[in-house]
Nanobody, 120 residues
Framework: QVQLVESGGDLVQAGGSLRLSCAAS????????VRWYRRAPGKQRELVAA???????NYADSVKGRFTVSRDNAKNTVYLQINSLKPEDTAVYYC??????????????WGQGTQVTVSS
């Protein structure tokens, strides 16, 4: 019913920037929240950033000041702007959307992930 597709991951040098996209398609009545997670090899999944329905945002301490989450409702897309990349940012980045249907049922969807690799 709803599909999320992440894109924008790449191999980049430390200090560089990337903009990740999470594009949604399907039947969506409303989005309660979109969250960005990342998982580095051998480590637990980490919540990186979130944007809620009212537009408020939250960030992990490790990325605060460097990452910015935003949305374009007309395009059904959420972005994660990543600046001043560090090698420790290397991970697979996933978006997760909490979506409300027209029947006021909520569902959680995950994208397939996009690889960010930062070289030193």
């Amino acid at each position: 019913q709803v599909q999320l597709v992440e894109s924008g991951g790449d191999l980049v040098q430390a200090g560089g920037s990337l903009r990740l996209s999470c594009a949604a398609s399907g039947s969506i009545f409303g989005v309660n929240a979109v969250r960005w997670y990342r998982r580095a090899p051998g480590k637990q999944r980490e919540l990186v950033a979130a944007i809620l329905s009212g537009g408020s945002t939250n960030y992990a301490d490790s990325v605060k000041g460097r990452f910015t989450v935003s949305r374009d409702n007309a395009k059904n897309t959420v972005y994660l702007q990543i600046n001043s990349l560090k090698p420790e940012d290397t991970a697979v980045y996933y978006c997760n959307a909490e979506v409300m249907s027209s029947d006021y049922l909520t569902y959680s969807y995950w994208g397939q992930g996009t690889q960010v690799t930062v070289s030193s």
